[in-house]
């Protein structure tokens, strides 16, 4: 792979990489895969299975590069791939072991949480339904705002923060032991 | 949640769910805020949930951010222009698909698969797999690698026809080798009750995210939808590599695919079609 351009924006490497540059493709993967493992880790639990799921995603991303018109940013466009790994690792894992109901917890500190409650808050997280976990990882831990979510998503705005407000409810009665009520994430307010 | 739907009198007939993740990000306006507090002092319901959310926030705040898990960019270019996608996965665009139905029918034969175990020491004891028996010695045997489609093995009977026996789904630190591969085959065909690993070796069990990987990468290889005997992670000359087995007992038929771990790219291949008692 040639060297790659750090210091070119990430719609730049995209069309370089569509172009047939393997080294401006290495640099959006450097510069893009801790956000994109950190979205899986939360949204699967399991480092090796975030592990997958970004590599997943990175490949998925390759394959469409040419389908990126850049109409929206390239961060926004991945992290899309990326929610859809994270979504085809939670499927897999259902049917492959017919279950419904939480996926295996994480063990405990694997990857450097030093205390209790940090496991604590992850088991809970993945106790919630997958749409609403979506939701309260890329806004209350990427630090995505609504709008960018709702493009990620492809949702309106005011679903994304109702969505938000009972993933945050959900997870505030996990960590308090308490079940979750049945909730239905297509039931939501429209704006 | 009952007094969620009976609001108290006076208050509004909507809780405004949009409204009170701004107000716990803080990011309404001051109107805005001013309707949403006269709505909480009459609503009980929504107090507890500002509550809950509250805490949510404050504990997802205290997560630790995980390094990067320096991916290889050469290997994701590898596999995006050799490895076949399998239908079952999701476009990147959004579009999300059913899976196979063969897919029900496996999972429990996979859930059997996690909940016993089992093994075997066949290989326990061969530093590399280099010592194996060599693939010269397995009539029948192919080292081809290939892309998943079937290739040219011939099909195996229906599934009706396999009658699983013990399935095996561990992680050691065992090398798999061609030859070791090839005498994998030939030990299921010839009676070997599959004494192949041994959980001493560090092993511990697959997750389901990787069984289910190791199977999908092996049936899109061997082009057919038979529950996998064995699904084994190991390594191949090197290489992490998942050894997924199918059988058909009936007619003594093994195949092995060899697929890398977090592709399902095939490495290789072995088949022997053992016909009756063990060559050697």
């Known amino acids: ?191 | 949640m009952s007094d969620r739907n009976s609001p108290s009198p006076g208050a509004p007939a909507r809780h405004p769910e949009e409204a009170l993740a701004g107000f716990v990000d803080g990011t309404l306006s001051e109107d805005e805020r001013r309707l949403v507090e006269a709505h909480l002092r009459t609503c009980s319901a929504c107090r507890a949930e500002v509550d809950l959310a509250k805490a949510s926030l404050e504990a997802t705040g205290a997560l630790p951010e995980a390094d990067a898990p320096g991916l290889d960019p050469e290997a994701i270019v590898h596999t995006a222009r050799t490895v076949v996608p399998l239908k079952s996965r999701s476009t990147a665009t959004g579009e999300r698909q059913r899976p196979a139905r063969w897919l029900g029918v496996v999972g429990g034969l996979a859930a059997a698969a996690i909940a016993g175990v089992f093994l075997v020491g066949l290989f326990r004891g061969q530093g590399g797999g280099g010592s194996a028996t060599t693939a010269a010695q397995a009539p029948g045997v192919e080292s081809t690698a290939r892309p998943p489609t079937g290739g040219s093995f011939a099909p195996l009977p229906s599934p009706g026809a396999v009658q699983p026996r013990t399935q095996t789904a561990v992680v050691a630190d065992e090398n798999f080798s061609r030859a070791s591969v090839a005498e994998l085959a030939r030990s299921l065909v010839n009676g070997g009750t599959s004494d192949v690993l041994s959980q001493q070796n560090g092993a511990r069990r697959l997750s389901a995210t990787e069984l289910g990987r190791a199977r999908l990468c092996a049936q899109g290889a061997a082009g057919t939808a038979e529950s996998p005997l064995l699904v084994v992670r190991a390594r191949f000359e090197g290489r992490p590599a998942y050894l997924t087995a199918f059988m058909a007992e009936g007619s003594k038929v093994a195949r092995v695919v060899v697929t890398p771990v977090g592709t399902c790219t095939v490495l290789y291949q072995t088949q022997y079609p053992g016909t009756g008692p063990s060559p050697g």
């Open chain 1, 1 to 191: 792979m040639t060297s790659g351009g750090a210091h070119l924006p990430d719609r730049e490497l995209a069309a370089r990489a569509v172009a047939g540059d393997d080294g401006a493709f290495a640099e959006l993967v450097r510069r893009h895969e801790r956000r994109v493992y950190n979205l899986a880790l939360r949204m699967l639990g399991r480092s090796e299975d975030a592990r997958d799921a970004a590599q997943d995603a990175f490949v998925s991303c390759y394959r469409n590069l040419s389908k990126f018109r850049g109409e929206a940013a390239f961060s926004t466009w991945l992290h899309r791939i990326a929610v859809n790994a994270c979504y085809d690792v939670l499927r897999r894992r259902r049917d492959v072991l017919g279950l419904d109901e939480a996926p295996e917890p994480p063990p405990a500190a694997d990857h450097g949480d030093a205390v209790t409650t940090s496991v604590d808050v992850r088991r809970a997280l993945l106790a919630i339904p997958d749409e609403f976990r979506t939701v309260l990882v890329l806004h209350d831990i990427q630090d995505l705002g609504y709008d960018e979510i709702a493009r990620i998503l492809e949702v309106p705005v005011g679903t994304v923060k109702s969505r938000l407000h009972r993933a945050r409810v959900a997870l505030g009665r996990a960590l308090g032991g308490e079940p979750s009520p049945p909730s239905d994430p297509s039931n939501e307010g429209m704006p």
